[in-house]
């Protein structure tokens, strides 16, 4: 299943400047395998043992996927998942 | 002390002094880092401070500016710090200074890391600052920025008191309402900073923004008489004043212009949203995020940003963070008002309501110095106040009077 990954600008170097990657896709985990695959840089970016970072936030159609089933949160056809820096705000 | 660079709080990747807040190589926050101070006269630098300005720009040599901070600011910080006898004594403590922060150009602290950080905006060469705002903030930008003559824009939650919006809006912003919570807000602006070339304040001046709070540990030590607190009550929210004023603390230790350690640092957190709070009683960093249901909208973030850092702090001066319910936050409201005749928003009700748990607990020894820091103004949430006291009605006769109003017959 297609997914529209919308990359944010501190990652853009690690994809050839591509602001979104369309990946496939059953859950949040396997969209972000999928795109390690397309761009290997990004998973040392974000990733960590088996997670993400503690200041990467990932968003289904707005919603933070911890409120959901976090990577193991499932997908659709046609669904944006965004990558943003958890450093914002207050 | 010039600022020197960007430092990534985590994996310490350096960065230049530009309008960026994230590390490139692990995506950790970015602080700003100041060249060692070497050898320093204290009594000098003591009385360079004190000659400064009735404003927070007296404390420019610790502050990220590479330039003489603007003119045309507004005059942020350097406001009281009360000793509130009545309250230590009601709760039975001994010595109770309250930092009343409401006393600011816009009546919150957020005057302090605007200033820092429009200052810094204007020393880049933008000319349009941005926030993402729970409301002290939208009132604060959209204030320095009329001020500074630059354009911005304000976004917040559709659903903030009203009085913040007016707060807000009658200087001239965009006002922007989104339909959602501060944590949907933040996202979003998160994204438009990505593409435009704005100076977001809590975004990607963050860095520069967040060393403003730093300037209240300054003035309490100065108008304590170069002296430390034991203990700091602050309310938290994204985390990151509760954290910078710890800082301000240290860095002052480390320079020699005050003797004594970091306070115990005291956070203080709404019930209906706590997620610093909840992560310190689980003995746990990691601050799992909430959806807020709470009155005190100025602390309402879900997904605070400093979250790990607080706890951390907290942990490490021997201090705690604790929540408190909407019913707490009312009387602390009315609390410090009543012993103190400082009326605050309903952060600092949260602030006092937490306070007054501490003593309560038995966790303040009596010959403890005490500072709660009072961040916000109580005009801005007035409809929590309404109908925690009651109003005599009368015709406008004497009789009237006697009859209805407690202690009015004349002896």
Known sequence: MAVTVKIPTQLRAATGGASTASVDGT???????????????LRERIADD???????NVYIG????????GLETSVSDGDEVTILPAVAGG | MPPESLTCKECKAVYPLEAKYVCERCFGPLEVAYAPAGEIDTEELRRRIQAGPHSLWRYRDFLPLTQAPPRDTLPAGWTPLLRADRLAEKLGLGEVWIKNDAANPTHSFKDRVVAVALARAKELGYQTIACASTGNLANAVAAHAAAAGLDSYVLIPSNLEEQKILATGVYGTHLVAV?????????LCTEIAGEHEWAFVNINMRPYYSEGSKTIAYEIAEQLG???PDRIVAPIASGSLFTKVAKGFEEWI????VNGTVPVMNGAQALGCSPVA???????????PVKPDTIAKSLAIGNPADGPYAVELARRTGGSVDSVTDDEIRAGIKLLAETTGIFTETAGGVTTAVLKKLAERGDIDPSER???VITGEGLKTLDTVRGTFETYEIDATYDAFEAKVPGAVAA
């Open chain 1, 50 to 56: 088996g997670g993400l970072r503690r200041f990467v």
């Open chain 2, 370 to 372: 005490v500072v709660a």
């Open chain 1, 62 to 69: 707005g919603e933070d996927i911890r409120f959901l089933d």
């Open chain 2, 278 to 288: 909840t992560a310190f009683a689980e003995g746990t960093d990691i601050c799992r």
């Open chain 2, 254 to 257: 480390e320079l020699g212009l």
């Open chain 2, 226 to 228: 170069w002296a430390i």
């Open chain 2, 179 to 187: 339909r959602g919570n501060y944590d949907d807000v933040n996202r």
């Open chain 1, 27 to 41: 859950t949040v985990g396997e969209v972000l395998d999928a795109l390690y695959a397309e761009f290997g840089e």
